[in-house]
C-alpha cells in the first residue's frame, strides 16, 4: 500500500463517515477495535480484506497496515488498547460476533473518548470482558500471493455472480484446474467454493448495506435463487439479510 501512514497511538473515538469514503493505509503502535454502529465496514491490509457489518466487529492488532471502508452511511466506533495489553491474545485481524451488550459498551465508551473517571474505567473493564467471551468469526477473504491465482481472484472480485468453474477460469490464465485448486488450498487456506462463497458473502454485505433488496443482491452475487442466498446467510450470520440492521 503506497504512502502508509504512522499514527502511533490508535484512537478511541466515534466518527460518520459517508458511503463509499475511507480511512487511507495507516499503522498504529497500538491494537484498535473497529465497529460499525451503522452500515458496514471493510479493512483491508496486504493479507486479504475482513468486512463487519453491525453485528461485527474487527480486532486490527498492533503494527498492521490497514485500511477503512465504508459501505453505507458508516457510525464507526475506534477503540484503541496499549501494544501490551491484548485480551485476546490475536496477532492478525479478526472479526468478532458482537451482541447488544458488546454494542452498548462500545458506543458509551467510544461516547467520551477523554473521560478519566472511575466510572468510565469500569466500563473499559467491563468491556474488556465481554471482548474476551466474544465469538471469532470466519469472514476473512485472503488475497493471492500467486500470480495464476491473483488473476483468477481478480476476475471474480470484478463480476462475483460470474458461474464459471475453476476448469473454465483456469483455461482463461493458462493454467490447470488441479494446480489452481492446490494453490487455493496452500495459498489461501481454502478450497475454491470456499473462498468464492466468502468473496459473494462479503459482496452481499456491501450492496445491503447500499440498501439493494435481498432478491437483487441474490442474482448480482450469484446464487441461483433468493432462497439458497437466503440460508448461506443466515448460516453465516445467524439471521436472515432482510433482518440484517441497516
Do not use: K
Not at 19 to 41: E, P
Not at 96 to 121: F, K, M, N
Not at 148 to 166: E, G, I, N
Amino acid at each position: 500500500m503506497p504512502n502508509i501512514r504512522h499514527d502511533p497511538v490508535a484512537p478511541t473515538r466515534a466518527q460518520r463517515l459517508a458511503s463509499g469514503t475511507g480511512i487511507d493505509a495507516h499503522r498504529h503502535d497500538d491494537h484498535q477495535i473497529a465497529y460499525a454502529a451503522s452500515g458496514v465496514l471493510a479493512i483491508t491490509t496486504d493479507a486479504g480484506s475482513w468486512v463487519a457489518p453491525g453485528t461485527r466487529a474487527i480486532w486490527v492488532p498492533a503494527g498492521t497496515v490497514h485500511a477503512h471502508q465504508a459501505h453505507g452511511e458508516l457510525d464507526l466506533h475506534l477503540v484503541g488498547l496499549p501494544a501490551a495489553e491484548n485480551p485476546l491474545g490475536l496477532d492478525r485481524p479478526t472479526v468478532l460476533a458482537v451482541g447488544p451488550l458488546l454494542r452498548e459498551l462500545i458506543v458509551a465508551y467510544t461516547r467520551t473518548p477523554e473521560d478519566d473517571s472511575p466510572e468510565r474505567a469500569r466500563l473499559r473493564a467491563v468491556l474488556l470482558d465481554q471482548l474476551r467471551a466474544s465469538p471469532q468469526q470466519p469472514l476473512h477473504l485472503p488475497a493471492p500471493a500467486t500470480p495464476l491465482l491473483r488473476a483468477v481472484c481478480d476476475r471474480l472480485r470484478a463480476d462475483p455472480a460470474d458461474q464459471h468453474t475453476l476448469a473454465e477460469l483456469g483455461r482463461a490464465v493458462g493454467a490447470s484446474d488441479r494446480t489452481l485448486s492446490r494453490l487455493f488450498r496452500t495459498d489461501l487456506g481454502m478450497t475454491f467454493p470456499q473462498w468464492r462463497t466468502q468473496l459473494r458473502l462479503h459482496h452481499a454485505l456491501v450492496l445491503l448495506a447500499e440498501g439493494l433488496p435481498v432478491t437483487a443482491v441474490a442474482h448480482r452475487c450469484g446464487w441461483s435463487s433468493a432462497s439458497a442466498f437466503i440460508d448461506v446467510f443466515r448460516r453465516t450470520f445467524g439471521h436472515t439479510p432482510g433482518s440484517h440492521p441497516a
